[in-house]
């Protein structure tokens, strides 16, 4: 399956470094998420974008930053992370957005992601 | 709050049936999803339920009843490859989807 795709699949960074997260979906899917994903504990919901528009911050920190130049695509930008930020983060896209009636979620591979 | 419970892990034997459980405690009801997620892998989409009673799509089926809160994945002539996580998630009230923390189910011969 690769309707959604993330790179890179892994990444070591120490907590001074900046890194960006890639999500490509060729689903043509109109919506994307971003979500982190902790041992044993449900996902989190970071953003949404919407027909690249940013719709959904769920009380993220700054220093996780998002970007979607278009719907195709999904970054999320990382700098100076805590060693707490160390999950897998999952990119999905939807049809549509949330409420939508085709909004079931597609996921990417996720990228296991280390802060040292 | 809202709350999305299943248990931790389960274990079944090859050629058996197992029902995965999932309760949730949201504001309000828009529909319930089951997803499977192999380790290192994507969650995959397996179901939707939205009414009460049972949606079946072959070895798998999965059942609501918003009454009660409750759901359950069934899965029949368990095979080694279904050994994975099984993600019990709910769309509420402002359509956010709620995610229950997972079952890990392991297949044993």
């Known amino acids: 399956e690769t309707g959604v795709t993330q790179t890179p699949r892994h990444l070591v960074m120490g907590m001074t470094n900046k890194k960006s997260l890639k999500c490509e979906q060729h689903?043509?899917?109109?919506?994307m998420y971003w979500y982190k994903q902790s041992a044993k504990k449900p996902l989190e919901l970071m953003f949404v974008y919407n027909f690249k528009e940013q719709t959904e911050n769920n009380s993220v920190p700054s220093r996780f930053s998002p970007e979607c130049p278009n719907s195709s695509h999904l970054f999320l930008h990382l700098h100076t992370l805590q060693p707490e930020d160390s999950a897998l983060y999952l990119c999905?896209?939807?049809?549509?957005?949330?409420?939508?009636?085709?909004?079931?979620?597609?996921f990417g591979p996720g990228t296991r992601l280390t802060v040292l | 709050g809202q709350n999305i419970d299943q248990p931790t892990e389960m274990t079944a034997t090859e050629g058996a049936i197992v029902q995965i459980n999932c309760t949730y405690q949201t504001s309000g009801f828009n529909g319930l999803f089951w997803y499977q997620q192999h380790a290192g892998e994507a969650p995959t989409f397996l179901s939707y339920n939205v009414l009460d009673g049972l949606e079946e799509k072959g070895r798998f089926s999965s059942f609501l009843s918003r009454s009660k809160g409750y759901s359950y994945l069934l899965l029949k002539e368990l095979q080694m490859k279904d050994s994975a996580s099984y993600l019990c998630a709910v769309r509420d009230s402002n359509y956010q989807l709620i995610w229950g923390a997972g079952t890990k189910l392991i297949i044993k011969p």
């Open positions: 689903l043509g899917h109109n919506a």
């Open positions: 999905a896209s939807s049809q549509e957005g949330p409420g939508g009636g085709t909004d079931t979620q597609y």
